[in-house]
């Protein structure tokens, strides 16, 4: 499909594919280096929010679109990956280097005991208990004095070796960095053996254990390298929001991250960039929006967060109606219509 | 192939050149030699909804007004009404686009605590003066240069509640409703340490989660616990369901609340129920004929919608009067830190008020290096059900108990 | 011994709408496939609804009950024919998606429309309460229990005995099959979205009767849900008996776990999270619920 012939594995197998697209790549990091000269703080904000929702969706889209298993408690791991992070760097004093990879873990801990009654669980029962896990894990952060619940925990800043990231602008390129990698990695796990194995049993998962794929050993997987990205994304966001409540991690987050994948292209990769950043990006868009007109129409300035919900809820479900491979799949009709202009087919 | 590639590099390259000339030098934020932007940050969508209008009608007035007198030190006032939506997040968003999108200098007014102390990072980190509404003991105690509160915190207003009804009544038995999180949590404090100032306790307190509305397994605890007062820290909503849930039981146990809930929507949701409900605030009912009060609607008359605001007995008068004894506050640190206006001039101009007459409407406003809340003192209103208003049952005192 | 009977009634009496709501659920999941995790929602709206009629146009309460479960009804044919024509034949996952869209989208407009205020619906019961062999019963707690129970008796009644009853179990069992004896599918599927959407407004009303009206209502139906899981989601009856028993533990569980504190935990707003509890313990021991019937999957 589109065209190219390759005659060997490793070029099929390969990241970049083509000269073009690393011309591209290239440019694009260029951009992303000059970036911060010429956006305002609030536009790097809105960046940097994108890049935390990417890891979260990348993470998401592994377990929900590469493996079949619909999961609508994503931001509980998100939350576990935050005040695991907030824990230990205040409780126990670690520094960053330590506490982002264990939020990833206790993350990754959790979602592979989730993963384990998953196994019995199919389609809408797995679901609706995912979404339990959500509410009882909300529930427990809020109740627990450890927590404090309502109160919030403050978080400290991120210190590596000494040097503390402060600015947006800093906190844009580190977090771009992570969420780079985070792609990286991801693209790599697709396209390796356990990718084939979790597509495999999103199609069809009797015929995949017939054909020897271990079911149990994959699916825990899927939901373990699944919380851990959340895990990561959530202990960012700790850090960069610098304080957190029980309230910011519950449903609506987990909807939130599954209209990213759902908008963006379930199954693939760029779909979970596409959606993460449209997601992020339309609340604030609206903001925008509404500050324009605000001096003419003075009433709007309440009906933002109607506002907000309502183009959320129309466009997740105007993404489904018409268009259920998401932007992903826009991007590559668009592609393929490119390249082989001006044959139809 | 090649030249297709080479084209399209040096293409970027130019554009990134471009960009980069784009950069932009940086002065103080939000202030002008013409101007300066204010920020007030009120809930229009959340559970304290009821008290953005009002808020944020008081702040417009009085900087129309100030506008009009040709501004502070030969600066106009922008100010920017945002939706906060009380809860932490959803403030946070706020804080985020009015400072780094509009760019303000302050923030005169943000409304609900826990919402404060979520965005008090993002303050401290880019130099904002905060003022938040319902502050915390922790923003006095032991405080923050960024923080200021022109009025009274919930800690002390707790306690006063706490010290009416044990002056009534020493033997009375108290119990508290208080909502989980910082402003709750705070006037718990408040209430236990009178309680324990005037040789008493809190016999039963329960927390609920802000939003909920079934008060029946609190209540039960409540009526079990046999108490005879039932401290409120709660938002409107709430005070409303525990009314009805008292009728429910027919229980004829009596009530105080935190200040946020004395508005006349109250006698909409309950109706007579409602007689006798007691709470405690800083500001004095709107139709008390007052200086600082008719100060106010000479104000709102040329400025605002009389009819519609002050002049309108069902609207939340003493919540108009709240913001303005905020937006007075901060109008008065721009006097006093003069023409050359930075974060730090404007937070020794605050600290340098002394005193600042209110005309009666609520505790004058005095700051100090050491002292960044205004004031302990409020009052006591009981609710008439029969007129659909609040007549004072305590002129402003502070209360007993050490607030240090 | 007085306390517990009190509980429970109100426990039932929640426990009731929790059975209307997982009805709406059930009926709409049998005979179109769909999970309507809009069915909160739905509630919302037509407590809202009754709201206008009530309060704000000043209409006697009984009217305004019946219009607006008229109006629901009609909401629930119209999103069916909006939304869900389309998505014959597509995966679970993307329905249940659109139900989530659609729910938000209610809530939007809900609050553009009447405002993120909380509202009062005067009904003639409200706030009056019967003493009964020395316990304090509210009036409203009854009336729910008892209008609920007769719409159960008429439901389960009208699908084993009515014809129209009959080709709905028929068309949810096999849509293809009941096609070609005859029933018309598609306007079995927009029956029950009315019938689902006006069952839901019953609720919504009798949850406004026993607190306010207000955006954050619609929370109730992600409970009732579970009440479905729990019965069995492919069965009326289960739902019945799933809401009634979410109702009462959910009282039972709050009065007597409530305030208690285990190293540093406080179980405190136990009614917010016992529904999940239940569910998950459901789903572990029995995914398919009391009455449910377990599903063979073929390769």
Not at chain 2, 171 to 192: N, S, T, V
Request: proline share 4%; glycine share 10%; aromatic share 12%.
């Amino acid at each position: 499909m589109g065209g190219k012939f390759e005659t060997s594995y490793k070029s099929d197998m390969a990241l970049f594919k083509t000269l073009w697209v690393k011309v591209w790549l290239a440019i694009f990091i260029a951009f992303i280096i000059v970036c911060p000269y010429f956006l305002s703080l609030y536009q790097l904000g809105i960046l940097n929010e994108i890049s935390i929702a990417v890891i979260g969706a990348l993470g998401l889209n592994l377990v929900v679109g590469y493996t079949g298993q619909i999961s609508l408690g994503h931001g509980a791991f998100v939350a576990i990956g935050a005040y695991t992070t907030a824990l230990a760097s205040d409780h126990l004093g670690l520094p960053f280097v330590v506490t982002l990879p264990l939020s990833g873990f206790m993350a990754a801990l959790l979602g592979m005991i989730v993963g384990v009654p998953a196994l019995r669980l199919k389609g809408l029962y797995l679901a609706l208990g995912t979404l339990a896990f959500g509410f009882i894990v909300e529930y427990v952060l809020f109740h627990w004095d450890l927590t404090k619940g309502d109160m919030g925990m403050a978080v400290k800043r991120i210190s590596i070796a000494g040097y503390e990231i402060r600015s947006e602008k800093e906190y844009f390129y580190f977090l771009f960095a992570f969420a780079a990698l985070a792609t990286l990695c991801a693209k790599n796990i697709v396209r390796s053996k356990f990718g084939r194995s979790f597509i495999a049993i999103r199609d069809r998962d009797i015929a995949a254990e017939a054909m020897g794929i271990p079911l149990a050993k994959y699916k825990v997987m899927a939901f373990g390298i699944s919380s851990f990205y959340a895990g990561i994304a959530g202990a960012l966001l700790a850090h960069y929001q610098k304080w957190i409540v029980p309230g910011s991690f519950d449903l609506s987050l987990s909807i939130a991250y599954i209209a990213m994948i759902i908008l963006g292209g379930l199954g693939t990769i760029l779909g979970s960039i596409l959606g993460a950043a449209l997601i992020t990006g339309i609340p604030h868009g609206i903001v925008y929006a509404t500050d324009l007109v605000k001096d003419s129409y003075p009433v709007l300035g309440g009906l933002i967060v109607d506002l907000k919900m309502g183009i959320f809820g129309l466009i997740v479900v105007l993404a489904l109606l018409f268009e259920p491979q998401g932007l992903a799949g826009i991007y590559r009709r668009a592609k393929l219509y490119w390249k082989t202009w001006p044959f139809k087919y | 192939m090649r030249t297709r590639v080479f084209m399209v590099t040096a293409l970027a390259a130019g554009l990134l050149c471009l960009m980069l000339s784009a950069a932009a030098g940086s002065e103080v934020r939000g202030v002008t030699d013409k101007e300066v932007k204010l920020a007030c940050l009120v809930d229009f969508s959340g559970p304290g909804k009821y008290a953005g209008t009002p808020i944020s009608d008081a702040f417009k007035d009085y900087v129309a007004w100030v506008n009009d007198q040709g501004g502070v030190s030969g600066r106009k006032i922008e100010l920017i009404v945002e939706d906060n939506g009380i809860l932490p997040n959803t403030t946070m968003n706020a804080a985020k686009k009015v400072i780094l999108k509009d760019g303000v200098f302050a923030i005169a007014f943000n409304l609900g605590s826990a919402g404060a102390s979520a965005i008090l990072p993002l303050c401290e980190e880019n130099k904002v003066v905060m003022m938040p509404h319902g502050a915390n003991k922790k923003f006095f105690d032991p405080g923050n240069q960024w923080v200021f509160v022109p009025h009274t915190v919930q800690y002390s207003m707790a306690a006063l509640a706490v010290e009416y009804v044990l002056e009534k009544n020493p033997k009375a038995r108290i119990g508290m409703i208080y909502q989980d999180d910082g402003f709750g949590r705070e006037g718990l404090e408040g209430a236990q340490a009178a309680a324990k100032f005037m040789n008493s306790q809190i016999v039963e307190a329960a927390p609920y989660k802000m939003g909920t509305i079934d008060f029946s397994p609190q209540m039960n605890a409540m009526k079990e616990a046999k108490v005879d007062w039932i401290v409120l820290w709660t938002y409107l909503a709430q005070s409303a369901a525990i009314i009805k849930q008292k009728t429910k039981m027919g229980w004829d146990v009596n009530l105080i609340s935190n200040n946020t809930t004395g508005v006349p929507p109250l006698f909409d949701l309950v109706g007579d129920e409602a007689e006798g409900y007691l709470l405690v605030t800083p500001y004095a009912p709107g139709y008390m004929d007052l200086p600082g009060i008719n100060r106010a609607k000479e104000i709102n008359k040329k400025y605002g919608n009389y009819e519609k605001q002050l002049g309108n007995p069902k609207y939340p008068d003493y919540l108009y009067l709240a913001g303005w004894g905020y937006i007075e506050a901060a109008v008065e640190g721009l006097r006093k830190a003069g023409k050359d206006l930075t974060p730090e001039s404007y937070i020794k101009g605050l600290e340098s008020i002394n005193n600042y007459d209110m005309g009666g409407m609520g505790p004058n406003i005095t700051f100090g290096p050491k002292r960044h809340v205004s004031s302990f003192s409020s009052l006591i209103l009981k609710a008439d059900a029969k007129n659909k208003r609040f007549v004072i049952e305590k002129p402003i005192t502070e209360p007993k108990t050490p607030q240090q | 011994m007085d306390k517990v009977l009190e509980i429970l009634i109100n426990g039932l009496s929640m426990g009731a709408i929790y059975a209307l709501l997982a009805l709406g659920f059930v009926l709409i999941f049998k005979s179109t496939g769909i999970l309507n995790f809009a069915q909160g929602e739905l509630s919302m709206v037509g407590a809202f609804i009754c709201y206008t009629f009530a309060t704000l146009l000043g209409l006697p309460y009984a009217l305004a009950f019946l219009i607006a479960i008229f109006l629901g009804g009609f909401l629930g044919v119209v999103i069916d024919m909006l939304f869900f024509r389309k998505m014959v034949g597509e995966p679970v996952f993307s329905t249940i998606m659109i139900t989530v869209g659609l729910a938000s989208i209610l809530t939007s407009a809900s609050g553009l429309i009447w405002g993120h205020d909380v509202y009062s619906i005067k009904a003639p019961f409200t706030d009056k309460t019967l003493v009964v062999a020395g316990m304090i019963l509210s009036r409203g707690a009854l009336y729910t229990v008892g209008i609920s129970i007769l719409l159960f008796i008429v439901f389960v009644a009208f699908f084993n005995r009515s014809l129209l009853g009959i080709s709905m179990r028929g068309a949810s069992e096999d849509p293809h099959t009941a096609g070609l004896m005859g029933i018309n599918v598609k306007s079995i599927h927009m029956i029950a979205w009315a019938i689902g959407a006006a069952v839901a407004v019953v609720a919504g009303v009798f949850m406004a009767d026993q607190s306010f009206v207000r955006l954050a209502m619609s929370h109730t139906g992600i409970k009732a849900i579970a009440a479905a899981i729990l019965g069995g989601i492919d069965s009326i009856r289960g739902a019945i008996v799933g809401g009634a028993i979410i109702g009462v533990v959910e009282g039972l569980a709050a009065n007597y776990l409530s305030g208690t504190i285990v190293g540093g935990f406080h179980f405190g707003d136990v009614k917010e999270v016992t529904a999940f509890a239940a569910m998950i313990l459901v789903l572990m021991i029995r995914p398919h619920g009391i009455f449910g019937k377990e599903k063979v999957e073929r390769v």
